[in-house]
């Protein structure tokens, strides 16, 4: 490609000096704060609490010799693209995130690699990448040690060494002359990296004091870095760019397209920069609301994409444009004439046309019929015609017109790469969507065959369908070929035509097992219920496709699947009442997570809190062992509790480890907050605690128990350390209500499975009292065929759908896509304290991982449970994954907001690999399941030859044990697995006395069957020890009416057992009618207190007591609270774009006053009470729109002072009863100052009633008034 640069006689500048504050926020850098930090060096004088700017000498340059604007820059915000487009005005792929930091070369030009030499300072994360991407030598890089990027620690140590190490680079230069004579060539960069923002951010927020005081210090190092360049040149040749990579989000993350993460600042100054633009009447050009509070109206603000800061800096230092670069010269910052800067950015819209040349040669070449770009295709809009009528315009002075048309030929060159970048859309969009489709039907078929079907149906080809479809396949590569495409469309191509192929092939079994899967469907009610759950099954598909974008949908598909029990019936819900109890628990708790925020502040409450409900699971099972795994087998038929006294102390040792867990998260916690990082006792702990939680359980294959409670207790406590060291919030409640909720829904399933087979074997023994012992013989013979498991049926789907809604919600209820993408070190500082982001990003995936284990491990004991294949429902929910793939990948937007564009990209990704990662989750459910043993003397896990079976010789009878199938288990094998006291019983009592017993006198038929029934057998059914009768032999066979006459005798004493039944199930109904009313009362409850904080039992123990630290510990919790419901309303305007009402605004805020008038009744409570009402003003101060308030704003303004007016009389009257020693004249002007410029806009009075008392109290102290300590001033309202 052709180089391009501005033929200039000589360069605007002859040296470029470009900062980056690193994670620097556009709003944070020019707006004005008190004094962040009193204690610390700060340039800022007087009043520590009146608001300033923090950056006073940037906005010196933008007030007095430079232009400055917003930088918008692309998602990924994260360091590397964000350099890459400032300094190559390149923007990388999405997916360049995954590159890598350390030393990976930057393959494409830049800046750098086109000065005639550059010295940069900073992070080794960063700086490498472009010396080892440059000419060799062209690059310096002095980077300090990756080990002091330490986020437990203060940031701007790292701007400091950056700053002392230009310094010296100078300093050495007046005793070095080979030094100096570098120094003074033309062209030459100078670049500072500056990460204690980054650091800052992460670490602490940025809204935090240690943020903002490192905009302090960034602020003051520029200033002297500046000042000693332009003494050492002494040229005024020099130009300086101020600017950062990306911003940061209220959590301290960045990585998404928030806002706060793509806007950041830009000021340039020195030569060849333009001096500010000055509007004395009014707002000037470029200001919208973001920068209302900045107080920089009067000067033009002038925004550019980030790309164009690399052909800015190209053109002041007179460089040629980076090679490749999309930037656009922003000509608002030139200092020159008209007609030069139409020039330059026809040069710079030359470079971009290159690329677009040489993209389009290289389609031309490989198409077979290439459709040139419209708005550059035919001669009369051609590239060169273009140009030259561009450059005639500039040579007869119309320079506005020239630029115009410059302008739009840049779009149309940029707009034709995109063009040409998409140009094979639909020939792909077509191939991956026959994939999809192809996969989904090529898994159904797979599932049909393997777990439906019990005979093998042989595949049919043919030669006509094996010569069409590779006859389609060589089509497609011969395409493919053509084009010279890369070799993944090949795959893209082959795929499709291989599923669709084993499809067609295979469709025998689609037919056979839609007949067999559909055969129960007959009837129009049938039709009806079958068309009503189809809509529900792809209804809740999309509504999962949706909760990608609303997490909320969780909350109601859990408070809906509380209803799910209902639909078996009351007999059900009153036969399974703890199990069903604990599903509505769970699933309320789990619908409360959602509502919570996905990204989240630390804290450690709630995390102790988690820890303490694991260790309270661990300790209560380990007290109540031997009584939970009792009860466990009686309700589920699983083996008989073993218990095992080493057994037990490997699951103390577990215990332990959580407990140690939660000390040294603590620990850590404290050590991070304070800055003192992390001590290396610490760290160790850490690392042990979490190391020993993961291999200690490997223990318990010594010493094993094959209880599935057990089971499933060693797993939850495996896990639990990590939930907590990896943790900032309300992960670890989650962890223990997912896993709760789990555990119910695989008893649940387990129950409604035996209850729907029951219920179908006694519809169908009403109707035709041999079709039980019929089927009982078909199904052994189908399982004599397939193994130990059952054939699936469409009722599975439900259990499948149910699986993957799980595998969402272990990812939705706790985060979501920007938090994953834009995660908080908070949890894994704790671990690695030193930036590591592939480290840090393994630790995060390995808390993600967690709930995945969880379910994995429940789903794989529900698959034993009902006898089904490990893999059949699996290999079900891969196919169904796909359908939400499919959903996504129509959603994948390339244009539009980059914050529309990372997400739908993000999306797609992760849907594509559920497949994958569904794989993985059955092959770890075989692991952790294997060994568990059932009633029958199986183990999950345990097989021969694919198939599980057991012989038995009872006479002449041989059978296949089987667990699976209920409908074939007959009255006796129920009896016989009963208890051998139950069944004793039963034989001395009388029938009609025991309605929960049904034995009952011999009855002649029972001759009919073989020699060698066992004893036990008081039923008219064959059991499935017994053979069926060979029909081809004449037998005796029971008489339809004797059996009907049996069977209602057998059934007669369970009429009253019913009807108590019934009238319990009512006295139940009624009771969950109480709770529903209790709950709507509590919601409504909730829905009066609006924002107003939830105040903990901690936080009401703390109002009601008197203690001397019980005012600064409440003040402390509500002023974080108010922050926090302040933040969360400006976030919520930049997300609507638009302002909320003052109205709105201050409901929020005076729903605090109730506790504040708490805070006011303790001791020394009135000092802080004092200083949150003024806070809760100044919160509506900030919400701004003041401006252009109409007559009803500001009368809710004025109202809402009048509120808080009344309620600081009462304040300030206890607070000189108190005989506190306060500066009263101080808050009198700190409050008048506030007034007069309220005033300003009309509204008035601002805390009249307050002032007049304050003053009243000042007249009552001077020397002349009322003696000191005879009467206090009166009481004024």
Not at 212 to 222: A, T
Not at 1149 to 1162: G, N
Request: hydrophobic share 40%.
């Amino acid at each position: 490609m052709r180089e391009h640069r501005v033929e200039t006689q000589e360069a605007p500048a002859n040296r470029l000096v470009l900062f980056v504050g690193d994670g620097l926020r556009a709003d944070k850098a020019f707006q004005s704060f008190p004094n962040p930090d009193p204690n610390a060096p700060t340039p800022l004088a007087d009043d520590p609490a009146i608001p300033r700017p923090l950056a006073p000498y940037l906005r010196s340059r933008v007030l007095e010799s430079g232009t400055f604007g917003v930088s918008h820059t692309r998602v990924p915000t994260e360091s590397r693209p964000g350099h890459v487009a400032l300094i190559a005005g390149l923007y990388e792929d999405v997916s360049a995130v995954t590159t890598g930091w350390k030393l990976n070369p930057v393959n494409f030009d830049s800046v750098f690699n086109r000065s005639r030499h550059t010295w940069s300072w900073g992070s080794p994360d960063i700086l490498p990448m472009f010396e080892h991407g440059a000419v060799p030598g062209r690059v310096d890089s002095y980077c300090y040690e990756a080990e002091i990027e330490d986020f437990s620690k203060d940031g701007w140590g790292l701007d400091e060494w950056v700053f002392e190490r230009v310094k010296k680079l100078f300093t050495d230069a007046k005793t070095n002359a080979t030094l100096d004579a570098e120094l003074r060539q033309e062209k030459n960069v100078f670049f500072l990296h500056l990460l204690g923002l980054d650091i800052a951010g992460h670490g602490h927020r940025p809204y935090s004091w240690q943020y903002l005081h490192n905009i302090q210090f960034v602020d003051q190092g520029v200033q002297e870095i500046t000042r000693l360049i332009e003494e050492f040149y002494d040229d005024d040749k020099t130009a300086f760019v101020f600017t950062a990579d990306h911003g940061m989000s209220d959590w301290g993350s960045h990585g998404d397209g928030h806002p706060d993460n793509t806007r950041t600042p830009l000021i340039a100054w020195g030569a060849g920069v333009a001096t500010p633009v000055k509007n004395t009447s009014g707002v000037a050009q470029g200001h919208d609301e973001f920068s209302s509070d900045w107080g920089l109206d009067e000067i033009e603000r002038h925004d550019v994409d980030q790309a164009d800061v690399a052909a800015l800096m190209a053109y002041l230092v007179g460089l040629d444009f980076p090679t490749n670069s999309v930037g656009v010269l922003p000509l608002s910052y030139l200092s020159t004439d008209t007609k030069t800067k139409a020039e330059a950015l026809l040069v710079n819209a030359k470079e971009i046309l290159e690329m677009y040349h040489v993209k389009e040669e290289l389609k031309k070449s490989s198409e077979l019929r290439y459709q040139p770009f419209p708005g550059l295709g035919d001669e009369a809009h051609s590239v060169e015609h273009r140009v030259s009528q561009i450059q005639q315009a500039i040579d007869d002075d119309k320079v506005d017109e020239a630029i115009l048309q410059t302008y739009e030929l840049i779009d149309l060159g940029l707009e034709g790469m995109r063009y040409l970048q998409r140009y094979d859309w639909l020939f792909l969009r077509t191939l991956v969507t026959a994939g999809y489709v192809g996969w989904i039907v090529f898994a159904i078929t797979t599932v049909i065959d393997l777990h439906v079907l019990t005979e093998h149906v042989p595949a049919l080809r043919t030669t006509q369908s094996i010569a069409m479809f590779s006859g389609v396949l060589v089509a497609l590569f011969a395409v493919i070929l053509k084009q010279r495409s890369p070799w993944v469309y090949y795959v893209y191509a082959f795929f499709p035509v291989l599923f669709w192929e084993e499809v067609y092939a295979r469709r025998g079994s689609l037919t056979k097992g839609g007949k067999i899967l559909f055969g129960h469907v007959s009837s129009n009610g049938d039709i009806a219920k079958l068309v009503l759950s189809t809509l529900g099954f792809f209804g809740l598909l999309e509504a999962l496709v949706q909760s990608y974008f609303v997490r909320e949908i969780y909350t109601v598909c859990y408070l809906l699947a509380t209803c799910w029990p209902a639909v078996y019936g009351q007999v059900f819900m009153k036969k399974n009442l703890g199990t069903v109890a604990t599903w509505v628990l769970s699933c309320i708790i789990m619908s409360a997570f959602t509502m919570l925020p996905a990204n989240k502040a630390e804290d450690t409450r709630l995390i102790l809190l988690g820890g303490g409900l694991m260790f309270a699971v661990g300790a209560l099972y380990l007290f109540f062992e031997k009584h939970l795994l009792a009860d466990a087998k009686s309700d589920d038929e699983l083996a008989e509790p073993r218990l095992d006294d080493k057994s037990r102390i490997i699951l103390s040792v577990q215990l332990g480890l959580v407990l140690l867990s939660m000390i040294v998260t603590k620990s850590s916690i404290g050590y991070t907050q304070a800055r003192q990082g992390l001590p290396l006792g610490v760290l160790v702990v850490g690392w042990a605690t979490l190391v020993a939680s993961l291999v200690v359980p490997q223990l318990h294959g010594l010493y094993p128990n094959s209880h599935y409670v057990h089971r499933l207790v060693v797993i939850f406590l495996q896990f639990a350390p990590t939930f907590i060291i990896l943790t900032i919030s309300y992960e670890g409640l989650f962890y223990f209500a997912f896993f709760l909720c789990l555990f119910s829904w695989m008893r649940l399933e387990h129950q409604v499975s035996l209850h729907t087979t029951q219920t179908q074997k006694t519809a169908a023994a009403s109707t035709n009292p041999l079709k039980p012992a019929i089927e009982a013989a078909a199904d052994r013979l189908g399982a004599i065929r397939k193994g130990d498991y059952r054939s699936l049926t469409l009722a599975d789907a439900r259990i499948a759908l149910f699986f993957f809604f799980f595998i969402q919600s272990a990812f939705f209820s706790a985060s979501n896509i920007a938090s994953v993408s834009s995660f908080s070190l908070d949890a894994v500082a704790r671990l690695i304290p030193v930036f590591d982001p592939f480290s840090q990003g393994a630790l995060l995936m390995l808390k993600l991982m967690v709930p995945f284990a969880a379910l994995s491990a429940n789903f794989g004991l529900l698959n034993r449970r009902l006898g089904v294949a490990p893999s059949a429902l699996f290999m079900v929910v891969m196919a169904v994954s796909d359908v939400m793939t499919l959903n996504f990948f129509f959603m994948v937007k390339d244009e539009g907001s980059w914050l529309d564009i990372g997400t739908t990209i993000s999306h797609f990704v992760i849907a594509s690999l559920l497949g994958v990662f569904v794989a993985g989750l059955e092959m770890y459910s075989e692991w952790t399941i294997k060994g568990v043993e059932f009633s029958d003397g199986r183990k999950a896990g345990t097989q021969s030859n694919g198939r599980s079976t057991k012989g038995k010789v009872n006479g002449q009878s041989n059978y296949v044990e089987h667990d699976a199938p209920p409908r074939s288990q007959s009255f006796d094998e129920y009896a016989e697995k009963r208890p051998e006291s139950s069944r004793k019983e039963s034989h001395q009592q009388d029938p009609t006395t025991d309605a929960e017993m049904y034995p009952r006198p011999q009855q002649p038929q029972e001759t009919a069957y073989p020699q060698g029934v066992p004893n036990g057998s008081h039923n008219a059914m064959p059991i499935r020890s017994q053979q069926i009768p060979n029909m081809g032999i004449k037998q005796p066979e029971p008489m339809p009416d004797l059996l009907t006459a049996a069977f209602n005798q057998a059934v007669r004493p369970y009429t009253e057992k019913i009807e108590q039944l019934e009238s319990q199930l009512a006295d139940m109904q009624a009771w969950v009618d109480q709770l529903e009313q209790q709950r709507a009362e509590v919601h409504n409850w909730i829905d009066k207190r609006g924002l107003r904080p939830d105040v903990p039992a901690s936080i009401a123990k703390i109002m009601d007591t008197t203690t001397s630290d019980a005012a600064p510990t409440l003040n402390a919790q509500l002023d974080r609270k108010i922050t926090i419901v302040n933040f969360d309303l400006h976030r919520l305007q930049d997300d609507l774009n638009d302002s909320i009402s003052s109205s709105h605004f201050a409901s929020a805020m005076l729903k605090f006053l109730p506790d504040i008038q708490r805070l006011t009744l303790l001791p020394s409570g009135p000092r802080y009470a004092f200083d949150l009402i003024l806070k809760l003003g100044g919160n509506l101060n900030s919400h701004g729109g003041i401006d252009s308030a109409d007559a009803s704003d500001i009368a809710a303004r004025r109202d809402f002072y009048t509120r808080l007016d009344e309620a600081m009389v009462d304040v300030v009257q206890r607070r000189f009863g108190e005989s506190e020693d306060w500066n009263v004249q101080r808050e009198i002007k700190r409050i008048e100052k506030t007034a007069s410029y309220l005033k300003t806009y009309g509204v008035e009075p601002y805390f009249p009633q307050t002032l007049e008392m304050m003053k009243r109290e000042m007249e009552f102290q001077q020397p002349n008034g009322v003696p000191n300590g005879q009467g206090t001033p009166p009481r004024y309202h």
